[in-house]
């Protein structure tokens, strides 16, 4: 595909004059004159039983609207997460409750003319509470005599109320107890990872109103706007039709928006109400009653050979969901799914309890379980190497998965279910190893004097990934033909910034010999764009991009028929390049012609063409991380002074769009292993929910992060795509904590690594 004109061309967004104009609308740009505003008043304890609610004082409050209860809307258990029909999360959620689960849960809704007012109504409501025992971490909520968070008799789906987990995974390969029979050496050590959020610039805001027809159109910042249309219709028991979905510009997302958080109250006000209604997180509320990444306790197992062949290799998990069990099952499952088949190993076992606590909901992160993974895995094949006394980079060469190896877990462990069969077609990582290590080849010693005292170490960690869920992910693509030869791009993925909008737009151009700006393009209305699942599990350039491709080779056939009746010819006899249709004897007609007479010739038509496309495979895209660490002795402060990651995408459709979720990613997991931390007081509330408490990485924490794009021949994408949003967050807190051990020959086996804790481990080692 050497003549490409347009994939593989780093070519603008097609929204970028927009964006630097301030020109695309945000939700609450699209608020009108006069909507209501609703807020929500939350639980200040763990865990309680709602005994009665006063509002009568609240509603005699001018301004005030509406005041809702449990006992004013439906009952009707359903799970936040929007994932695909039938959701394997258990339906465990309620509109409104009569028992709160978490700091910050849900317990009643005001709705009035201003915002001011609806804050001022919520302290005049009067609650009265049943407290009951609170359990904050995710063993203790497993252990015999545990307060039972989830004993209401309505919930579906969860694997053991009663102790309380919400799920359960199990999967073997082989056997693992006479894997470390026969092995050699058998290392088994314990990790941890916390409880972080995304921290998107745009909260959560959703705004709906009633259109002329009484249906209800529902404006919102979202990643899954079909699913969106599903679950609120479901829930406010009216019927799919009466619900349009937009998403419009959306300010970041990362996972926390691929659920119903604030959708189904705003359906059901406006549904009330009759008004246009909106509804706006605070960054406070984002923190606590949003989502988080899962934490997770892991136990490693790995027995080897005496030359340093894996023979087995075990993992254990419990997870914490929070609350509630948003993706309870599909995340933890993608811990082992993710991470283990990375090294080949004839045994393997992968067992993972998800427990409730009364703490706020886990949910998707981008990575989608696979860091916490990745954390065990390669701090844990640094470990072995340095007890094996071999090469870590060696050791991993030596187990990696390869080109043409079968996945062995594919089949046994997909998203919630029995998977797949994977079959690795293409593999570029001995390029991102090689790359990536000489974009960070080590600088020398750091300064040091009598005042500072430094230690430098580089450390490195591997990765694979998946594109898309294989049997789940599916998206549609209309395009419709336009006279003077533009082309009107329909598609239901949701852009949140990707650059998706553009990177969709140019396959289709390529198909149909046109530039870039022939394609006009229209994302996520459920009124007017095709299904598509949405914005997640990395899938969108490859399934959407494959739907796009089809409906555009269906429009070009279209074309070349009536191309063939201008030429006169047979139209299975033209040629098809630069745009143009080509005869045998020579004479061409270019695209945009053929789109005119379409129109105006003499066979009037409009052409418009649909297609979809269901993935059944999941190409794995590679990467490896370098990182280099400064240390300081005295404050126990740690400074990434280099880091870069290099990545099989198979083909980057567009390279700068590519390099920059490359280098997203890394800074995201920059601060996963180095400062991010959700913190709870011993009475379930979290004390740091601010920007000036929760410290995320800005620009001044990072160094010149290098994002390295290595491309391979996937065959199971029409360009040859790969996935690049996730994978790089994967590994680049194993690859920093590598970095630290490297430096000061201090392991750290819990997130993240603040200044007290690594001063703490210093201290301890006498250094």
């Not at 026969?182 to 088994?188: G, I, K, L, T």
Request: some cysteine.
């Amino acid at each position: 595909m050497s003549d490409l004109r347009v994939v593989s061309k780093s070519l603008p967004k097609v929204d970028a004059e927009a964006i630097v104009r301030g020109v695309p609308h945000y939700v609450m740009d699209m608020v009108p004159a006069g909507a209501l505003h609703a807020v929500i008043l939350r639980s200040p304890h763990a865990h309680a039983g709602i005994k009665g609610i006063d509002v009568e004082r609240a509603k005699a409050l001018p301004g005030v609207v509406l005041v809702l209860t449990h006992k004013d809307v439906p009952r009707v258990p359903f799970t936040t997460a929007g994932q695909n029909y039938p959701e394997p999360s258990p339906y465990d959620t309620f509109m409104l409750d009569d028992k709160v689960r978490f700091v910050g849960d849900r317990v009643a809704v005001v709705v009035a003319e201003d915002k001011q007012t609806a804050m001022a109504a919520l302290a005049l409501l009067e609650v009265e509470y049943e407290m009951l025992p609170a359990v904050l971490d995710a063993r203790d909520a497993l252990k015999e005599g545990a307060p039972v968070i989830h004993d209401e008799t309505d919930s579906q789906g969860i694997h053991d109320a009663g102790r309380n987990l919400a799920a359960h995974i199990e999967m073997d390969v082989g056997s693992v107890e006479e894997g470390f029979a026969e092995a050699d050496y058998v290392f088994e050590k314990e990790f941890s990872v916390q409880y972080v959020q995304h921290v998107p610039m745009e909260n959560h805001v959703s705004m709906a109103y009633l259109d002329d027809k009484r249906r209800v159109v529902l404006v919102t910042s979202t990643q899954v706007p079909f699913h969106v249309r599903r679950i609120v219709a479901r829930v406010n028991q009216i019927p799919i039709s009466r619900v349009r979905v937009i998403k419009p510009r959306v300010g970041g997302a990362f996972g926390v928006k691929q659920e119903v958080i604030l959708e189904d109250l705003c359906v059901h006000i406006a549904l009330k109400t009759g008004k246009p209604v909106v509804m706006e997180f605070s960054r406070a509320e984002e923190f606590f009653a949003s989502r988080t990444r899962h934490p997770m306790y892991l136990k490693i197992k790995t027995g080897f050979k005496r030359d340093g062949t894996m023979i087995a290799n075990e993992l254990r998990v419990v997870a914490n969901t929070g609350a509630y069990g948003a993706h309870a099952l599909t995340v933890p499952s993608n811990t082992g799914s993710k991470s283990l088949p990375l090294y080949r190993s004839p045994n393997i076992r992968y067992v993972a309890d998800v427990a409730y606590t009364n703490l706020p909901v886990a949910g998707a992160f981008r990575g989608y379980g696979a860091p916490q993974g990745y954390f065990a895995l390669e701090s844990m094949m640094d470990e072995v190497a340095c007890e094996l006394g071999m090469d870590p980079l060696e050791l991993r060469r030596k187990n990696l998965i390869r080109q043409g190896d079968e996945d062995p877990i594919a089949t046994k462990l997909g998203e919630g279910k029995e998977g797949f069969a994977r079959t690795v077609e293409s593999c570029g990582m001995e390029d991102c190893i090689r790359l990536a290590s000489e974009a960070v080849p080590g600088s020398g010693p750091p300064e040091s004097g009598p005042f500072r005292r430094i230690k430098r170490g580089r450390g490195f960690a591997l990765c694979m990934h998946g594109t898309g869920i294989p049997g789940d992910d599916m998206a549609g693509a209309t395009i419709k033909v336009n006279e003077d030869g533009s082309f009107n791009l329909l598609i239901g993925a949701a852009d949140l910034g990707t650059g998706s909008d553009t990177v969709l737009a140019q396959m289709a151009a390529e198909v149909l010999g046109v530039a870039l700006d022939d394609m006009v393009v229209y994302s996520a209305d459920t009124d007017c764009t095709p299904f598509d699942v949405g914005a997640y599990a990395s899938s969108t350039t490859f399934v959407s991009g494959t739907a796009v491709v089809r409906a555009a080779e269906k429009v070009r056939e279209r074309l070349r028929a009536v191309a063939g009746d201008l030429l006169g010819t047979d139209p299975g006899s033209l040629e098809f390049e630069g745009g143009c249709f080509e005869a045998p004897q020579g004479k061409r007609i270019h695209v945009k012609e053929a789109a005119l007479k379409s129109f105006y010739g003499e066979h009037k038509q409009q052409i418009v063409e649909s297609a979809s496309f269901l993935t059944m495979v999941c190409p794995p895209p590679f990467c490896a991380c370098f990182a280099e660490v400064d240390v300081d002795l005295d404050t126990g402060m740690i400074r990434v002074i280099d880091i870069a990651s290099a990545v099989d995408v198979g083909r980057a459709i567009n390279p700068t769009l590519a390099e920059g979720q490359i280098v997203g990613s890394i800074a995201q997991g920059v601060g996963y292993a180095l400062t991010e931390e959700m913190i709870f007081n011993d009475k379930g509330k979290n004390v740091n929910a601010s920007l000036m408490d929760y410290k995320v990485p800005v620009s001044t924490d990072l160094p010149d992060i290098k994002g390295l794009i290595v491309e391979t021949d996937e065959p199971s994408h029409p360009f040859g795509v790969k996935s690049v949003g996730e994978i790089c967050l994967d590994n680049v807190a194993p690859a920093i904590t590598n970095a630290v051990f490297n430096a000061t020959g201090i392991r750290f086996r819990e997130l993240p690594l603040t200044p007290e804790r690594v001063l703490k481990a210093l201290r301890k080692a006498g250094l």
